[in-house]
């Protein structure tokens, strides 16, 4: 059974990282074509993709958020991150994990984790 | 970027009609296409992969079609579980793209 699972700070002032973890069960991130990706949405609006990390340790960035992003794996513990830079209030929205596996489309999604930016 | 065009933005229906949302790339896409459904308060579940493959576990009543820059979700004799947002995403190029969403609710 494929199970995502996201977990983050909850709230942070601007300016300040994002960390991310998803932790994820029923699949490993060395399986040849396997991927973890992560997606936004703000409130009561439309979903965002952010990045990709696949088995072989390729990464894929929105350019939108230019060098804010970075994505990496953790394989022996089953989890993967995404870590934000200079957070800003735009950044304020609901943060997903999902997988992708055999085809370039999110099969699997986690349940979310909601990230406020706020002074 | 590509972007993904949907249409209509809301859609009002009633219980067992048919409905048709749109999608439409800013360039050929070649089937790299999947919609999902998101309800109120969930994440999204993946419907259709590859503009017309049924995921594993979708009703028989989803279906998908479409090729180029078009591509439609159908959902026939409409249910009172089907009220939700969906969604078009483009996964031909990076950055992969979402359409803006259509939000489905019972007339």
């Known amino acids: 059974q494929v199970t995502l699972k996201e977990s983050g700070p909850g709230i942070l002032q601007p300016s300040q990282t994002l960390s991310l973890t998803c932790s994820f069960s029923?699949?490993?991130?060395?399986?040849?074509?396997?991927?973890v990706g992560w997606i936004r949405q703000s409130s009561g609006k439309g979903l965002e993709w952010l990045a990709n990390?696949?088995?072989?340790?390729?990464?894929y960035y929105n350019p939108s958020l230019k060098n804010r992003l970075t994505i990496s794996k953790d394989t022996s513990n089953n989890q993967a991150f995404l870590k934000i830079t200079n957070m800003d209030t735009a950044d304020t929205a609901t943060y997903y994990c999902?997988?992708?596996?055999?085809?370039?489309?999110?099969?699997?999604w986690g349940q979310g984790v909601m990230v406020t930016v706020s002074s | 970027d590509i972007q993904m065009t949907q249409s209509p933005a809301s859609l009002s229906a009633s219980l067992g009609e048919t409905v048709t949302i749109e999608c439409r790339a800013s360039?050929?896409?070649?089937?790299?296409l999947a919609w999902y459904q998101q309800k109120p308060g969930n994440s999204p579940q993946l419907l259709i992969y590859?503009?017309?493959s049924l995921a594993d576990g979708v009703p028989s009543r989803f279906s998908g079609s479409g090729s180029g820059t078009q591509y439609s979700l159908k959902i026939n004799s409409l249910q009172s579980e089907d009220v939700a947002s969906y969604f078009c995403?483009?996964?031909?190029?990076?950055?992969?793209?979402f359409g803006g969403g259509t939000k489905l609710e019972l007339k």
């Open positions: 999902a997988r992708t596996f055999t085809g370039d489309y999110f099969d699997y």
């Open positions: 990390i696949w088995w072989n340790d390729d990464k």
């Open positions: 360039e050929d896409i070649y089937s790299n």
């Open positions: 590859d503009a017309n």
């Open positions: 995403q483009q996964y031909n190029n990076y950055p992969w793209t």
């Open positions: 029923g699949f490993s991130l060395s399986t040849y074509g396997m991927c």
